[in-house]
Nanobody, 117 residues
Framework: VQLVESGGGLVQPGGSLRLSCAAS????????MSWYRQAPGKDRELVAA????????VPADSMKGRFTISRDNAKKTAYLQMNSLKPEDTAVYYC???????????WGQGTQVTVSS
């Protein structure tokens, strides 16, 4: 199993980024996919998750309306679209997969997102 995140980088406040998580080594279409993030000195937190049938959640009020998760089963890739980025969104973003949301089995290596002017 391999999960490879990409798309991170430096962006100004108010900007947008789209992260990608390319998956291999398992039957992508039957697994849930999630994005977490971890800022320095803070616990890892759930950003967004999407089930195998496409149902999605963005639990935190601070990210609702700004972040959207999606998946392309044909490309075996999950995405995180992030708009109206704020400095407090700065973190390492990780994708993971499991048979259901909230039960991750495998993690990617993470991609750094820095929001700064």
């Amino acid at each position: 199993v391999q999960l490879v995140e990409s798309g991170g980088g430096l962006v100004q406040p108010g900007g947008s980024l789209r992260l990608s998580c390319a998956a291999s080594g398992f039957t992508f279409s039957v697994y849930a996919m999630s994005w977490y993030r971890q800022a320095p000195g803070k616990d890892r937190e759930l950003v967004a998750a999407i089930s195998s049938d496409g149902g999605s959640i963005v639990p935190a009020d601070s990210m609702k309306g700004r972040f959207t998760i999606s998946r392309d089963n044909a490309k075996k890739t999950a995405y995180l679209q992030m708009n109206s980025l704020k400095p407090e969104d700065t973190a390492v973003y990780y994708c993971n997969t499991g048979l259901r949301i909230g039960a991750p089995l495998y993690w990617g290596q993470g991609t750094q997102v820095t929001v700064s002017s």
